[in-house]
């Protein structure tokens, strides 16, 4: 009896840990979500926070923002850049809404990371907002307006942006995700915030029905800053600088800052750190796919991460025949930059030559 009773036991046992494999690999394997984008809105979420991880060591006094060490300016090593068919690419769109999540999804972000497997060198190309392109028939128009036209002809958002950024910078497109800004805050202030360089004062507002008065006002004055959640979404949204290209530049900062804090956090809090944010995210990426990028974002060397922003010598303004103010492409230029990715300064980093705009002029 005893032995019956210690083998149904051990095949219990069995049947548990397959099952738990089984359970733990489709989760692993299982494609998160393909549907309309979740919208979490701020006002109604806890703040998402994520424990540092465990030590057996004695723990250090904390130390506050303010008094943090600043890191020395990367200095990033060039290398020779592949052709960009044999690179992974990945196209990330931002999708601005307002803060409490009405209004349309426009795709004012939008960043192609491309990743280099034998140098291990990654480049972050932003793309203007304004850049006319040709949409599969839907004719011509911002690239920004993508997202919505894919909607409104109920074909999938993801598969078209990428099949246009692929045909206008002629890269393929191996996988791509789609995040809103109300995400993007709670995952800054998930990791504690990031230090960001803020190379000129800047003040600004921005409409937000979750302060009273309705508007939220930015105000940084030049230095390494550190920047809670809201406050990092504004800086990346600002036109201050009355440039787009200024906008990306502080959007690639941010993304810089992103990365040196999750950095802090170790790989093990991954899981932790998507679970709290997967319903708001869109993707074609599996769930182990993305943890197995987000390892190689955190580990990868600051000096082999560079940063392109197609600018003024990349485009044109051109008004159309309907009177919209767009960008033409200069694919010559844009193939030259491309080609030198490699090369490119670390993302964020300001032209050296380029004096500061008055910290006001965004409210003009």
């Not at 004719?139 to 997202?147: A, K, M, P, Q």
Request: proline share 7%; net charge positive.
């Amino acid at each position: 009896m005893k032995k019956l009773w210690c083998r149904r036991a051990a095949w219990a046992a069995v049947l548990a840990i397959v099952g738990l494999t089984y359970a733990a690999s489709a989760w692993l394997w299982a494609t998160p979500y393909r549907s309309k984008t979740t919208i979490v809105k701020s006002s109604a979420t806890a703040p998402v926070t994520i424990a540092p991880p465990a030590s057996s060591a004695p723990s250090a006094p904390a130390v506050s923002a303010a008094n943090r060490p600043i890191p020395a300016p990367v200095v990033v090593k060039a290398t020779r850049t592949p052709a960009l068919v044999n690179t992974r690419n990945f196209l990330v769109v931002g999708l601005d809404r307002r803060p409490d999540g009405s209004g349309p999804a426009l795709a004012d972000s939008l960043v192609v990371v491309v990743l280099d497997e034998a140098s291990g060198h990654v480049g972050l190309v932003s793309i203007p907002r304004d850049l006319l392109v040709e949409i599969p028939d839907s004719g011509s128009d911002r690239i920004n307006t993508v997202y919505q036209v894919a909607r409104r002809s109920k074909r999938e958002p993801l598969e078209l942006m990428s099949r246009v950024v692929q045909d206008t910078l002629k890269l393929p497109i191996e996988h791509a995700i789609a995040l809103d800004l109300g995400v993007f805050e709670r995952a800054v202030d998930a990791v504690g915030g990031v230090d960001v360089e803020v190379p000129c004062p800047i003040r600004d507002h921005f409409l937000d029905a979750r302060v009273e008065g309705g508007r939220r006002v930015l105000d940084l004055d030049s230095g390494r800053r550190h920047l809670d959640g809201v406050t990092a979404a504004m800086y990346a949204r600002s036109r201050h600088g009355r440039s787009d290209f200024h906008r990306a530049r502080r959007q690639q900062a941010v993304l810089l800052g992103v990365k040196q804090a999750l950095s802090g956090l170790g790989v093990l809090q991954l899981p932790e750190l998507w679970e709290a944010f997967e319903s708001s995210v869109e993707t074609d990426l599996r769930r182990i796919e993305l943890l197995a990028l987000a390892r190689r974002g955190i580990s990868l060397d600051p000096t082999h991460l560079h940063g392109l922003i197609l600018g003024h010598e990349h485009v044109h303004g051109f008004r159309t025949d309907d009177g919209k103010s767009v960008l033409l492409p200069n694919y010559e230029t844009i193939d030259a930059s491309l080609s030198k990715l490699f090369s490119a300064p670390s993302p964020g980093v300001r032209p050296r030559l380029a004096p500061c705009e008055p910290k006001d002029a965004a409210l003009g």
